[in-house]
Each structure stands twice: as C-alpha cells, then as structure tokens.
T-cell receptor, first 110, second 115 residues
C-alpha cells in the first residue's frame, strides 16, 4: 500500500464546477505539498502546509493532521486548471525527502 | 525573481553517449534536489544537496549517474554512458531549508531521450 493515496485518480468536470481532490497518508508527516503539472510541462508548487488551511486565488488547501488527510479545492474551475495534481509528504522524520502520491488527472471541459 | 533554471530543455542522444544536465537553483536557496520522472515509477529523488554537499544519493540508480554542485548557483547531473532506459524527464528543485519552510520549487525539467 502506497504511503500516500490520492482520490480520485481521474476527474472530469465542467467549467465552473467546484473541484475537490483528496489525499490520505498513513504515516506521521511534518508537512504536505500540493503540486500541479500540466501535460508535458513542468511542476509547480501550489501549497506547502502543515496545519489548517491556505488559499491562493481560486485554490484552497486544507489539512487535518489527526485524520491524516488533506484536500485541494478549486472553485469556479476553468479549462486551464486541467492538469495532474500531485500530493507529496515529508514523512519518517525527513524534512527533505518527499513521498509522492500517484497524482490526480483533472480535465475541465468548456 | 527567476525560478529554477534547467538546461537543456530537451536532449536526444544515442546510447553510449555522455549526457550532462544543468541546473541553476533559486538565488538564496541552500538545498537542491534532482528528480527523475517516468510513467512507470513517477517522481523519484535521485540526489539531495544541502549547502553544496551531497547528503543523500541513495536514489542514484547506478555508477553511470553522477552529480556535482561546485557552488551554490550551479549543479550538474551526468549520465555516462547513457542507455535507453534512462529516457525520462529530469527535474531539478531547490528550497531554502528553513525550519517550517522547506517548500520545494521545481524547474521546467529536461526531457531526455536515449535512442
């Protein structure tokens, strides 16, 4: 079982819909990353968080340390949000080694 | 501010040739990471430098791979000799490695194809 599980693996939405991507992890962590990768493109860091909630534009990330769960929300989704979203955690006492989820492929149709 | 800079963006080479990938981290960052991304294995950490010193190279596949960081603003990843199974996207990332602030910022990647 992967230490970091994301759901869903694939998600298709219509423009304007509210999107939620989930990440669950099975180990204690010090922090969690949400990353975005467009097809054939580079990797962009969206958030790093260790508690509570962070917001940037239409993106919101939350984390519940007790439940070992994080969510990434996208409000008013747009076709340009179509990308792979990757959850990654610093675990096992490491503050440099990330364990990556397999990613969620989001497609937003116009 | 410039982000992490990688070159080349694309590299096509023949099996047996030497390949050198280059990375310039964000100014002021003291941690640098080399990752490899493939469809089969996803993102894998190859090597981690802190203050120009290699701290963890356990992810380096074999002796054909080597990495250097001669100063705070430059790192190389070299594959010699290259093999078709080395075809992948190689990412460099950097972070400031402060307690509570070790967010990693990734470069655009180098897409390597070994024929």
């Amino acid at each position: 079982k992967n230490e970091v599980e994301q759901s869903p693996q694939n998600l298709t939405a219509q423009e304007g819909e509210f999107i939620t991507i989930n990440c669950s992890y099975s180990v204690g962590i010090s922090a969690l990353h949400w990353l975005q990768q467009h097809p054939g493109g580079g990797i962009v860091s969206l958030f790093m968080l260790s508690s509570g909630k962070k917001k940037h534009g239409r993106l919101i990330a939350t984390i519940n340390i007790q439940e070992k769960h994080s969510s990434l929300h996208i409000t008013a989704s747009h076709p340009r949000d179509s990308a792979v979203y990757i959850c990654a955690v610093y675990s096992g006492g490491s503050n440099y080694k990330l364990t990556f989820g397999k990613g969620t492929l989001l497609t937003v149709n116009p | 501010d410039a982000g992490v800079i990688q070159s080349p963006r694309h590299e096509v080479t023949e099996m047996g040739q030497e390949v050198t990938l280059r990375c310039k981290p964000i100014s002021g960052h003291n941690s640098l990471f080399w990752y490899r991304q493939t469809m089969m294995r996803g993102l894998e950490l190859l090597i981690y430098f802190n203050n120009n010193v290699p701290i963890d190279d356990s992810g380096m596949p074999e002796d054909r791979f080597s990495a250097k960081m001669p100063n705070a603003s430059f790192s190389t990843l070299k594959i010699q000799p290259s093999e078709p199974r080395d075809s992948a996207v190689y990412f460099c990332a950097s972070s400031s490695y402060r307690v509570g602030d070790n967010e990693q910022f990734f470069g655009p990647g180098t897409r390597l194809t070994v024929l």
